[in-house]
């Protein structure tokens, strides 16, 4: 199972960082995604990152101000969130690739994922 920690509440332009662990295991040989799903709304992909660090992938609504990272010897995946909207508001999950997409992209099909954590909750608001 993976936990996710740093959502909170900010003001639109804020920034926050989101962090994703493994408890009991190591990430360090899996793609990892970041997900969010709003109030009544599906769960969308935001970010993928491999395993390596090398390889990314973001969704159009977020390119250019969200920036996905990892620290294999940590074991911990980052999502920094950066010039934020209201419309950023949702619960944020991340989840471990299972079905390979035979790219090199990291998928953000989230059918892909397994290993959901329970979220943490990023609201923008002034």
């Known amino acids: 199972q993976l936990v996710e920690s740093g959502g909170g509440l900010v003001q639109p332009g804020g920034s926050l960082k989101l962090s994703c662990t493994a408890s009991?295991?190591?990430?360090?040989?899996?793609?990892v995604g970041w997900f969010r799903q709003a109030p009544g709304k599906e769960r969308e992909g935001v970010s993928s990152?491999?395993?390596?660090?090398?390889?990314?992938n973001y969704a159009d609504s977020v390119q250019g101000r969200f920036t996905v990272s990892r620290d294999n010897a940590k074991n911990m995946v980052y999502l920094q969130m950066d010039s934020l909207k209201p419309e950023d508001t949702a619960i944020y999950y991340c989840?471990?690739?299972?079905?390979?997409?035979?790219?090199?992209?990291?998928?953000?099909?989230?059918?892909?994922?397994?290993?959901w954590g329970q979220g943490t909750q990023v609201t923008v608001s002034s």
């Open positions: 990152i491999s395993a390596s660090g090398i390889n990314s």
């Open positions: 989840a471990i690739l299972a079905i390979m997409s035979g790219t090199a992209t990291p998928s953000l099909n989230r059918d892909f994922y397994s290993a």
């Open positions: 009991g295991f190591s990430l360090g040989r899996d793609t």
